[in-house]
């Protein structure tokens, strides 16, 4: 599909991933649609990109049946938005696992139900969901995560399925460490010897060569986690062992730390 001339709604717009995205698409000619909860952040964006800014929390449904209203002549969707949801479980009120859920999974699904009628009736379309690594491979400390980034993969790929032949497609996104920006840098949180992180830019690149190509799956990752994801989705078992000589569940209690006041 192509990105040039098409209108892009762009969900977490105010994080540092979401704002390295939001420049690769103008880059490339897009027509901008921002949206995140703080318009002090998305007003001076959308200014130097020449975007239009929706201010909306993704934990209110409401919120998103009205950004889906505002944005009815979006053909591509980049559901980058995620909340911070490291941490052992039982430590979560049953609130912020309600909110957790509803940002991080039940947001994209339903943009994506009221968005694709309108991409398939104009024939052309494309829905991208901005996953994780930790949608392949569960790890210590990030059940919560896991379990939402686990459902975004199986949900976007039945959902290409579904839309096959109707000139509407799908891509899911998979980041490793993102070293630079977003809830890992943000948290300031350091890496098992020998783990290496990637940077913003190579998600962003990662995610206009999907649309572009019409991609189903793309893992963005030095080859050490890709293959590591993919043998631990295999192999959990092995992938558990692997992970407490790693050290993860210190990185794990790192995130969680650095996290803590932000879910």
Do not use: C
């Not at 912020?96 to 859920?101: M, P, Q, V």
């Not at 920006?181 to 290496?196: E, H, I, K, Q, Y």
């Not at 690149?205 to 991609?215: G, K, L, P, S, V």
């Not at 989705?233 to 790693?246: D, H, K, M, T, V």
């Amino acid at each position: 599909m192509r990105i040039a001339g098409t209108t892009v709604l762009l969900t977490g717009a105010t994080g540092g991933i979401g704002q390295t995205l939001a420049r690769a698409f103008a880059a490339k000619g897009a027509k901008l649609l921002l949206t995140g909860r703080r318009e002090e952040v998305l007003r001076p964006l959308a200014e130097r990109l020449g975007g239009r800014v929706i201010v909306a929390d993704l934990a209110e449904r409401s919120d998103v049946e009205r950004l889906v209203e505002e944005a009815a002549n979006a053909r591509i969707l980049i559901a980058n938005a995620a909340l911070p949801s490291s941490g052992p479980v039982l430590d979560y009120r049953p609130e912020e696992l309600d909110r957790a859920l509803d940002v991080n999974l039940r947001a994209p699904i339903l943009l994506s139900r009221l968005m694709a009628p309108r991409m398939v009736e104009a024939g052309s379309g494309h829905l991208v969901m901005i996953g994780s690594l930790s949608g392949r491979t569960a790890s210590p400390g990030a059940a919560l995560y896991n379990a939402a980034k686990f459902g975004l993969r199986g949900f976007a790929l039945g959902l290409r399925q579904d839309l096959h032949g109707t000139g509407v497609g799908v891509s899911l996104v998979q980041p490793g460490f993102v070293g630079d920006a977003g809830m890992f840098a943000d948290a300031g949180t350091s890496l098992p010897t020998g783990v290496r992180t990637i940077s913003s830019r190579r998600v962003a690149a990662a995610t206009i060569r999907a649309i572009e190509r019409n991609r189903a799956e793309v893992n963005v990752a030095p080859l050490e986690l890709r293959l590591g994801s993919a043998i631990g989705g295999l192999f959990p078992s092995i992938a558990e062992r692997a992970q407490r000589g790693s050290g993860a569940g210190e990185t794990s209690r790192q995130l969680a730390d650095g996290q803590r006041d932000k879910r």
